[in-house]
Every structure is written in C-alpha cells, then in structure tokens.
C-alpha cells in the first residue's frame, strides 16, 4: 500500500494549488479529457433529489464537482456538494469555486461523515493517494442507492508512463545542480560586475553554471520542452533571459528567484513520486474493489479507461459500485 498522501513531499500539493486554483490536476486539452467527461456523464446521468449528497474525495479544486454541476446532477440546491482533500490550499481553492458546497480538508483514510450519508461518492485521480483502506471508508459513507465511482491511476498505463517521464527529467534537473549554480554564477557575476570581487572566481562559477546548462538542454532535447507541465524549458528561457542582462538584476531578486524555482521542482518532483506510489495495477484495483464489497457495495464496473484512436491504451482504471 502507497503510505499516506501517496508519498508526496509535504506540501507538494499545497504549493500546486496555491498557483493553480482554477486548474484541476490533470492539465488536460488531450484526448483524456473527453474520456473523462464521457465517464463522469455516464456516471452522474442520474440527477440527485433534493436534499441528496455528493462527495468529492480527494477534491483538489473540485474536477468531479464541477462535472456534477455541469451534467445537471447537482443543479444549484439540489445536491449538498462536498469535497474533502488533504491539502488546505485544495480546499480553499474547492470553496472559492463552490461557494454553497462545503470544502473539508481531511484525510480520505479517516473521513469525517456518519455512515451511508452520500447518494454520489466520487474521486478521480485522488482515492488512491490514500491507499487501498480508503476504499473502504469510500464504502461506508455511501447511502442505500446510492453509487462509489472513482477514476484511478493505473500502473503502466499512458499517464503513468507520462509521470515516470516527468519524474525523471525532474531528477536529472535536480542532479544537475542548476540552481545552486546559478545563484553562485550570478552572484559573483554582481560582485565583478561592482569591481568586487574576483573575475576568476566568477569564470569559475560561469563554467559551472555552463556545465549545467549544457546537461538541461541534454533534459530538454531527450524529454521534449513540454515535459514536467513546461517546468524546464522555462527553468532554461527564464535563466537565459536572465544571465544576457545580468547587471539589470538586483543579486536578491535572483536569488529569490531562485528559491522559488527550488520550491517548485520540489514540489512538482513530489507529486510525479506520489503519483507513481498511488497508481494500481490490476491486482490493486481487485483488493480496492473487495474492500468495497465488504462494505456492503456490489460492484458495476471494474475497467480500463482508455485514450486514443483504435481502442486506444490503457490510460486509467475506473471503478464503479452500488449500495442495493
Ligand atoms: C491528482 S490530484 C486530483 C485532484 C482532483 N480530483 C482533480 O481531478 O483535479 C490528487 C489530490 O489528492 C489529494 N490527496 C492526496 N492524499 C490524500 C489523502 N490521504 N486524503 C485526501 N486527499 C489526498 C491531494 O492533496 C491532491 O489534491
């Protein structure tokens, strides 16, 4: 079983939805986003009575709310909207796009509801971070009639190999040492530049800088400058731009630039790694879908979600169940 939170560093997902309130985790534009929609309209084709509930587990910013709201499942007062995630930035994010629903943030393993209380428990690409066990739990706030559907990452499949990618371009950035040789390069480039300073000491930390540069661009032209969401190629233009008017920048904005860049390849290299520690294979998805069961719920599909012309590659798992 993945630990909790899929093993994400902590605040990994914080820092995502801090800076991407209105994005939801999958960036989406391809052809999985029709996949989805197809499968969420199939699954909330039934519109909820007054009154009736709806959780979103592992909500971030609400994906599987606002397909709720958008297929008329959930029309504005007929269903109380619920999200709950670990990450308080999800949450925030979670009420500011739903202000009548209620966002709690809170662990999938534990969550904080009465039994059999939601006529709709939903999840994509967020129960699993939470481990087999939260399956379970998933199970037992369902209602009587009420439906479990939950999109899970699927070990090997399209999105899977993609975050593998993901993760290790990310490593190899890291292991590049391009940031701390970037703060030196233009640090001492500042101080020669004031007449401080050594020059040799500043070629030095230029050759370093250089070296890395060169082991990017090695990044970027195995990866594609669109790996890791964009993340290096921007690194690079952004270090390009900034190393060609090194005297216009002030020594502190660099080096909080710096920083920030840091924060964001950590976290994004957590999330990759969280990613990978949640998915499923085959073997995981049939004990999820038997801690289910043994809550009472049967079970209405258990398969492959795939993307792409001539049946297409597995890209996720989907699971659906039933409380008679
Ligand atoms: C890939 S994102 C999916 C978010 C959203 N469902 C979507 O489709 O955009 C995974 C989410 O799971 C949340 N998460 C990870 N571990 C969790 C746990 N143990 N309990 C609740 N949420 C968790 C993260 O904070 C993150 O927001």
């Not at 509801?113 to 699993?128: H, K, N, P, T």
């Not at 499949?157 to 490593?171: L, V, Y």
């Not at 924060?263 to 289910?292: P, T």
Request: proline fraction near 4%.
């Amino acid at each position: 079983m993945p630990p909790a939170g899929g093993g994400a560093v902590p605040g990994a997902w914080d820092e995502y939805w801090r800076l991407s309130r209105e994005t939801s985790a999958l960036k989406g534009g391809g052809p999985l986003d029709e996949v989805l929609a197809r499968f969420w309209q199939r699954v909330l084709g039934r519109p909820l009575s007054a009154g009736s509930r709806l959780l979103d587990i592992a909500c971030g910013n609400g994906a599987v709310t606002a397909a709720a709201v958008g297929t008329g499942t959930a029309v504005a007062g007929a269903a109380g909207l619920f999200g709950i995630d670990r990450a308080e930035e999800a949450v925030r994010a979670y009420r500011a796009r739903f202000p009548t629903g209620k966002g709690v943030a809170g662990d999938a393993r534990r969550l904080p509801f009465a039994d059999r209380c939601f006529d709709l428990v939903a999840s994509q690409f967020g129960i699993e971070y939470a481990g087999e066990a939260a399956f379970g739990e998933a199970a037992r706030v369902t209602a009587p009639g009420g439906l479990l559907a939950a999109v899970i990452h699927r070990t090997g499949g399209a999105i899977h190999r993609e975050c593998a990618g993901n993760a290790a371009a990310m490593a190899r950035v890291a292991a590049s040492g391009i940031l701390p040789a970037a703060r030196e390069a233009f640090r001492r480039g500042a101080a020669a530049s004031r007449g401080q300073g050594s020059r040799a000491a500043f070629r030095a930390a230029d050759a370093r800088l250089a070296v890395a540069v060169r082991q990017i661009e090695g990044v970027l032209a195995e990866f594609g400058t669109r790996v890791a969401g964009g993340t290096v190629q921007r690194l690079y233009q952004d270090l390009a731009h900034m190393f060609g008017r090194l005297a216009a920048y002030d020594p502190a904005d660099v080096a909080a630039w710096v920083d920030l860049m840091a924060r964001e390849i950590e976290a994004y290299s957590g999330r990759m790694e969280a990613a990978l520690g949640a998915a499923m294979d085959g073997d995981g998805l049939a004990r999820a879908a038997a801690q289910c069961e043994a809550r009472g719920l049967s079970v209405l599909a258990r398969e492959e979600l795939r993307v792409g012309p001539e049946g297409g590659e597995p890209a996720a798992w989907m699971l659906v169940c039933e409380r008679d």
